[in-house]
């Protein structure tokens, strides 16, 4: 039994969204002949559009490679998938808690960035043989030397032996199998102990239900098993347990060190949480395995069907990505301007944009979506904690004591001719400094406090135009703090728009205020009479627009040889027309509800 | 009883914003006319043969019908002379380019029962004429309008344009101050619109001068061809257009067009009011008992099919309306004349009260201001909203 253990690597890739990790992980099954080139293009790690897309992993996914390696042995590599992105932390740091091991894949261009960083920390938390691959080594500006040199100073690994690699070429790709045969611990766990399997992902189908990705840690799971989800205690009878290989393929039994999945009959991926212990509840483990916390969204935003007659099928829609993605969470809500809709939670604003983009396309949605908020935590004078994730919802003036916002520590890593632009931008964020280092020659990490509320508010597109790119950026959540913060609400043609209401610093609500109503009066079209847009806070009015009557729109002839046209120009008119949401007498287009967004300090 | 329309799809060449189907003779062979010729009259011969059928007006239109040689243009009007026998009371119009109009011309014209000309002036200003590639100059269309009064034409209408690339205030409210001078019966002002495809459009699209009401220069004669005049100039030069004409003697029945009474175009108010209509020749568009058909335009298919003795029809172009779609084009054709929506004639073609079809619509317009009135038996636009119609006319379809 221990024998089989030592045959099994489980191997993580830590790498920066475009340093090259699918590429890689797509390499190394083509390598050891897990898949035939033709069916890589169907499969693969990356199996959404939208992940193709944006050459980004959301959802993570594990594969199981054979590899005979140099002493003719056959190995088990389990290769986990990790998302790259600052929204999916937890889940990065779950499926690196599933591994002995772990690629940490930087550019030989780029070098090092914040993203990567953090999940290095995440790896080293959980005692990870890290193996230094420097990637893209065939471009002419690569400086394998310079990256290697940064690896040594920023994260202090000896870089002497990293692995110079081209993904795109296949140069290195033996080299790495090899390293990680030889350096990636075989995992330990005694397969005679009680049942303890990690879950590091799940995944809802239609057929079996919610599926548990997993490693096991110690003991042994098989068909009849009745297994018990140790946070919530509930238990199930294990159908089918199995391996990717990398498709789904049915084993006996999974056993201490293996990775693979586990379907219960779970009706909800709910039920199946990352991050939770499963165990054997006719043999259960004493203690879960540590490290579970429940996914908490830090972003919210109502969703609004342009159509009314949608809100069902929205409903329906954002069911089915739930079952899929238990950290979305929506609950009704109801806009005095947009009607019916759900205010929904998400990890961060990519998670958010990626639940909206697959709503739109997958079920064919025509959505408003108003712009992204924080939890606000505001105490009213009658002594309630009440937490405000909808501006609209926020009491009036005169009954709130206090209101106190999230505050996140970021860490940015950008070359050091860009400190002086990080400095100016975090200090029209509202951020603190808290520490600065030069983790080597050329690049700096700064340390800063930061107001959830300004990352969401056009920090990253800022960051990415004010360092040309080249900063990077991480962060989590440190706590609340008390601010002076006012509720800005839109008046359009004199009546209150809710949905168009924010929440913001009182040193910055008049620009904001008169921003917002200069943005909304280019993004308004004309209509058939005068629209007056007004921000106002309470019932001061900070700033007024007028979007003036249309003038002309009109088809200047129409005879016989041209009526059908000129009635198929009106029909797509009126089209372009019914997607936009009515407000009073007011249309507005669907991106006035993001235009806050678009607005600069 | 329908109307008939004869397309000539031949100009001397064609002008920047024009989307219809016509042929440049610069660059056609010598003999396409008579091709055409040939063809137009086996479509005539063939349809007085398969359902006879007599005209409540004519339209000969095109292109340019008047770029057609003499003997051309006399065998073109004895042949509908011939198959379509008219009153002496029906009009019939033909319209025609400044350029191409000669004395001979227009007495021949006139001599073979056409009683009402239609003039492409556009501009009495040659440097705006030639940045939309018109042909003549302004001298030319003053001679065109003596040469068609002498020849005897009693009815005539003037064309013109606004909302010309370089076009200010000024050099619109001149070009229509000598449209007045010439006392014409009838007037049309079409604002430019760009239609895509065209030379213009190609030239101009996302040009214009001005955005959401900002300062302009509107006064002035300077012309600065690089730039459009923006929606809100073009509604300054329609109201200033539609006040001047009030107060000339014209009555504005159409959006775009002006009469004084009784020389309304009735040939086109049959198109407004729904009623039926024939169009010969290639790319000609026929619509009748709520099937609108076209013929294919390029001329030796058409000529050819017609000699196999078949229909020149493209396939592609035949459409039978929907109920809807007819109620439909009722609403946005009848809104743009004054008179407005006839409900007993509603009533009577579609078995159905457009008040009851249209309720929804009608209430959201009433209430806000009165966009939409009721007169006596007729429904019509608040002629103030003329120039904004697209807005209320899209609820329609």
């Known amino acids: 039994m221990a024998q089989a253990s030592q045959r099994i690597r489980n191997f993580s890739i830590i790498a920066h969204i475009d340093h090259g990790k699918s590429t890689l992980a797509d390499r190394l099954i083509e390598y050891t002949g897990a898949l035939s080139k033709r069916e890589m293009e169907a499969q693969v790690l990356d199996s959404m559009d939208l992940e193709r897309e944006r050459g980004i992993t959301i959802k993570l996914q594990a594969v199981r490679l054979n590899y005979q390696a140099h002493d003719g042995k056959i190995y088990e590599l389990n290769l986990i998938d990790t998302p790259g992105h600052v929204d999916f932390t937890y889940e990065v740091s779950r499926s690196l808690a599933a591994c002995e091991g772990a690629l940490l894949v930087v550019d030989a261009v780029q070098g090092i960035e914040a993203q990567t960083l953090a999940n290095v920390y995440l790896a080293l938390d959980n005692n990870l043989e890290l193996i230094s691959v420097i990637n893209k080594i065939d471009l002419p500006s690569a400086e394998p030397e310079r990256v290697k040199q940064e690896i040594e100073d920023v994260i202090g690994l000896d870089a002497s032996e990293a692995i110079l690699a081209s993904a795109k070429t296949g140069v290195g790709i033996e080299e790495i199998l090899e390293r990680i045969v030889a350096m990636v611990p075989p995992p330990k766990g005694d397969d005679e102990a009680p049942l303890k399997a990690l879950i590091f992902d799940s995944k809802f189908d239609a057929y079996k239900g919610a599926i548990s990705y997993v490693r096991i840690v110690e003991g042994r799971v098989t068909k009849g098993t009745t297994m018990k989800m140790m946070s919530s205690g509930k238990t199930f009878e294990v159908t089918e347990v199995g391996v990717f290989a990398p498709s789904m393929r049915i084993v006996e039994e999974l056993r201490a060190g293996q990775v693979g999945f586990i379907c219960a009959s779970i009706k909800n991926v709910k039920d199946t949480q990352v991050g939770d212990t499963i165990t054997d509840a006719d043999n259960p483990a004493d203690k879960a395995l540590p490290g579970y916390r429940k996914a908490t969204p830090m972003v919210f935003c109502g969703l609004y069907p342009v159509e009314a007659s949608d809100y069902n099928r929205l409903r329906d829609s954002l069911e089915k990505l739930h079952l899929n993605d238990a950290s979305l969470i929506f609950e009704p809500e109801t806009s005095i301007a947009l009607g019916f809709g759900f205010r929904c939670g998400f990890l961060g604003l990519l998670h958010m944009e990626i639940i909206q983009e697959r709503l739109e396309r997958e079920y064919d949605l025509n959505l408003i979506t108003t712009a992204p908020s924080v939890i606000y935590k505001v105490t009213t004078l009658k002594g309630e904690v009440l937490n405000i994730d909808n501006p609209s919802n926020l009491p009036t003036v005169d009954q709130i004591v206090s209101i106190e916002e999230p505050i996140v520590i970021a860490t940015i890593l950008v070359p050091s001719e860009y400190v002086g632009a990080i400095m100016e931008l975090n200090q029209e964020k509202r951020g603190t400094y808290s520490a600065m280092d030069y983790v080597s020659k050329s690049r700096v990490k700064l340390i800063y406090e930061l107001p959830l509320s300004e990352i969401v508010f056009d920090y990253f597109d800022q960051l990415k135009s004010r360092t040309k790119g080249y900063a990077s950026l991480d962060y989590e959540l440190s706590g609340y703090k008390e601010t002076d913060l006012v509720k800005i609400d839109v008046l359009l043609n004199g009546e209150m728009v809710d949905a168009l209401s924010f929440i913001v610093h009182r040193a910055k609500s008049y620009n904001r205020g008169r921003k917002l109503v200069e943005k909304l009066r280019g993004i308004i079209p004309r209509q058939m009479f005068e629209i007056p847009i007004q921000s106002v806070i309470g019932n001061k009015v900070i700033a007024r627009e007028t979007v003036n009557a249309m003038r002309k729109d009109v088809l200047s002839k129409c005879y016989g040889g041209d009526i059908s046209r000129k009635r198929k120009l009106l029909e797509k008119q009126k089209a372009g027309k019914k997607r936009m949401k009515q407000v009073g007498s007011v249309e507005i287009p669907q991106d006035a509800f993001m235009a806050v967004l678009q607005i600069e300090d | ?397």
């Open chain 2, 1 to 397: 009883m329908p109307s008939l329309y004869v397309h000539v799809p031949f100009c001397f060449q064609k002008c920047d914003y024009c989307a219809f189907y016509s042929h440049s003779l610069i660059d056609s062979p010598k003999d396409l006319i008579s091709v055409y010729l040939e063809g137009l009259e086996i479509e005539m011969a063939k349809m007085q043969k398969d359902a006879p059928q007599g005209v409540s007006s004519l339209f000969v239109g095109g292109g340019t019908p008047t770029v057609l040689k003499e003997t051309d243009l006399e065998r073109l009007l004895k042949m509908i002379q011939r198959y379509f026998s008219m009153g002496l009371g029906v009009e019939q119009t033909m319209e025609g380019n400044p350029g191409t109009i000669t004395d001979e011309k227009a007495k021949l014209i006139r001599s073979h029962g056409i009683n009402r000309f239609s003039l492409g002036i556009q501009s009495f200003n040659d440097q705006l004429l030639s940045a939309v590639g018109r042909i003549h100059t302004a001298k030319q269309a003053r001679e065109a309008i003596r040469r068609l009064r002498e020849a005897g034409f009693k009815n005539l209408n003037l064309d013109l344009m606004f909302g010309l690339p370089g076009q200010t205030m000024d050099l619109w409210q001149a070009s229509l101050e000598e449209a007045l001078s010439y006392s014409p019966e009838h007037l049309s002002l079409y604002g430019l619109m760009l239609e895509e495809e065209t030379p213009l459009y190609e030239r101009y699209a996302g040009k214009t001068r001005g955005e959401k009401g900002e300062s302009r220069e509107v006064r002035g004669t300077v012309l600065e061809v690089d730039l459009l005049p923006d929606g809100d100039l073009q509604a300054e030069m329609y109201e200033w257009a539609v006040m001047r004409l009030r107060q000339g003697g014209y009555r504005q029945y159409e959006t775009s067009n002006f009469a004084r009474p009784g020389y309304e175009c009735q040939h086109n108010l049959g198109y407004w009011r729904g009623a039926d209509y024939i169009g010969l020749g290639p790319g000609g568009v026929s619509c009748l008992n709520r099937v609108r058909w076209k013929n294919i335009e390029e001329v030796h298919a058409y000529e050819n099919l017609l000699r196999k003795g078949q229909s020149p029809l493209d396939e592609l172009g035949k459409e039978v309306l929907s109920l809807r779609e007819c109620m439909a084009e009722r609403m946005i054709l009848g809104l743009r004349l004054e008179e407005g929506v006839n409900f007993k004639t509603f009533e009577k073609d579609f078995g159905a009260d457009l008040r009851d079809i249209y309720r929804s619509v009608l209430e959201r317009y009433k209430n806000e201001d009165v966009f939409i009135i009721v007169k006596g038996d007729y429904l019509c636009l608040n002629p103030k909203y003329a120039f904004v119609a697209n807005s209320i006319l899209q609820e329609f379809v």
